[in-house]
């Protein structure tokens, strides 16, 4: 997609050179074709005209060669910055995409503004990598559909939960958006902050070149603005009964589970998030539809299926949106 993108810059970014090209020619030839009627020119001049053509052309073949290798430089830097050739996925996106992501965020939160809110997280992606270490897991879809649909789902307050933070990268996103929708935010991170990312198959250091470690994520989100007092990192797997009982001292309104992406261990944080979540909070489950993670799917639809608060909201990308209903209201 990357190399789509710098052809069609390139194109946009010689259209002006072409056209004067265009021009300077027919007029040239409309000329020579007086020249050539024109009985009373001599075959010397017409021969003169022809070589000043010639080193026009010349002139302007050169200048537009100068200009193509502007345009490629440029768009090599700009895919150094955001695209394949400088990070493991590329953030580039096209107008088709953001338009399809928009009309996803608009059916599930019913937000005619939607467009414009994810062309907002679009940026807020770039700004909280360029500016921290490490990364932020998953593509751009779904990162940006996460941080554009839970303010616009309107959540009843700025408590956050993050189960599964990796470099905290994502939770400084959220509570940016949080923010943006006039919430005061209180973050509450749940993760063993292992070294490494657990969620894989082979556990070896993150691509990124960066620890997974509490000074990481500190400082990640110390970057992105967060306020250290008002931040509360509980170490631990989230399907311990102290660490819940650390977690379980308020309500809140968003949480987002990104941890354990076997069905198992989905299962548990989904029950542990009814117990935790405000009347009307919003349960983002992130990795839900996809191929590699099949457990989170698999679990989502067989606890919906029984006695749950959670009301099914919609998918954005690859995560799903549930809506919590006030305690003792249950769906039958």
Known sequence: MSQNWAQQAATRALKPALN????????????????????????????????????E??????????????????????????GSHGRRSSRLMNKEDLQKLAAQVTRTAQAPDAYNRVVQAYRTLFELELR???????????????????????????????????FGL???GMVRQISRIGLKYELTIIDPLASVQLQVTQLRPDTSGS?????VV???????????????????????????????DREYGVIVIDGDHSAEGVANDLVFAEKI??????????????QGWPGVEEAATRHLAGDTRFEFLGRVSTSAFLRARPLGTEAE
């Open 132 to 166: 921290g270490v490490g990364r932020l897991a998953g593509s751009p879809q779904n990162i940006v559909g996460k941080l554009a649909t839970t303010p616009l789902l309107d959540p009843p307050n700025g408590e956050i939960l993050e189960i599964g933070t990796l």
């Open 277 to 290: 979540a405000a009347p009307g909070g919003i349960v983002v489950l992130d990795d839900y539809g996809t």
């Open 57 to 82: 052309l010349v002139s302007v073949q050169t200048e537009l060669a100068r200009m193509r290798g502007e345009v490629t430089s440029s768009g090599f830097a700009i895919d150094l910055l955001l």
């Open 218 to 248: 500190r400082e990640n989100l110390a970057l992105a603005g967060v306020d250290p007092e008002r931040l509360r990192l509980i170490r631990g797997f989230s399907e311990d009964p102290a660490i819940q009982a650390q977690a379980s």
């Open 211 to 215: 620890p997974v470690t509490e000074t």
């Open 170 to 172: 994502f939770s400084g």
């Open 20 to 55: 004067v090209l265009d021009r300077r020619i027919e007029r040239l030839a409309r000329k020579r074709a007086r020249q050539v009627v024109d009985e009373s020119r001599s075959v010397r001049d017409l021969k003169g005209e022809a070589n000043k053509l010639r080193k």
